[in-house]
């Protein structure tokens, strides 16, 4: 049984849109976190969380907000889409003690028009 | 300028033949993993590896702090091998994790 889902899978929004992407896992850790995939620049993170109502910000954070509501939950949101956030978005988590062994969800494809 | 950097590219190989992966980095570094994700798009841990070498099947990390590289081998490689090949490094001085561009595998029946 996959430990850190995504949803949903893809997704298509205009310019100036509000989209929410989830991620859910069931790894009990206390890292998870939100990458974005474009061709060129591999994988470069919007935002992590280290537990419940905690949010940091990471190398790509401009355009996004993030929160975390439980230790399961983690939340991107794209309050006013652009196309320039038209990517693959991958939510991961992480063991608190040992924290460099990510592991990933299925990944959102997002599309704005 | 990039902090990691992978190479090759892309690589093609015949059914069988081995393939050497390089990560080079210009950073200082926690830790070094290596993944792989699918032609469709999901991402497998292959290795959390911040120093020494592992083995996984056919599949053999080396990760060598001081010349600032990891490399990833694949031996008697497979057409089920093919895919993209990512080393992210987690750097020192707080929590930050930097993934390289990837190898493209392609390997043909």
């Known amino acids: 049984e996959a430990a850190v889902t995504q949803s949903p899978r893809n997704k298509v929004t205009v310019t100036g849109g509000n989209v929410t992407l989830s991620c859910r896992q069931t790894?009990?850790?206390?890292?998870m976190y939100w990458y974005r995939q474009d061709t060129g620049h591999g994988l470069r993170l919007i935002h992590y969380?280290?537990?419940?109502?905690?949010?940091q910000i990471g190398d790509v954070p401009d355009g996004y907000k993030a929160t975390r509501t439980t230790q399961e939950d983690f939340f991107l949101l794209l309050e006013l889409a652009s196309p320039s956030q038209t990517s693959l978005y991958f939510c991961?988590?992480?063991?608190?003690?040992?924290?460099?062994?990510?592991?990933f969800g299925p990944g959102t494809r997002l599309l704005v028009l | 300028g990039q902090q990691v950097q992978q190479s090759p590219a892309s690589l093609v190989l015949q059914e069988g033949e081995n393939a050497e992966l390089q990560c080079n980095f210009s950073?200082?570094?926690?830790?070094m993993q290596w993944f792989y994700q699918r032609p469709g798009g999901s991402l497998v841990s292959l290795f959390y590896?911040?120093?020494g070498t592992k083995h996984s099947g056919r599949l053999t990390s080396t990760t060598v702090i001081k010349e600032r590289r990891s490399s990833l081998h694949i031996s008697s490689s497979q057409t089920t091998d093919s895919g993209t090949y990512l080393c992210?490094?987690?750097?020192?001085?707080?929590?930050?994790?930097?993934f390289g561009s990837g190898t493209r595998l392609l390997v043909s029946p």
């Open positions: 991961a988590s992480s063991d608190a003690v040992n924290q460099d062994t990510q592991y």
């Open positions: 790894n009990s850790h206390n890292y």
């Open positions: 969380s280290y537990g419940a109502g905690n949010l």
């Open positions: 950073t200082s570094l926690n830790s």
């Open positions: 590896n911040p120093s």
């Open positions: 992210a490094l987690e750097r020192t001085g707080g929590y930050k994790v930097v």
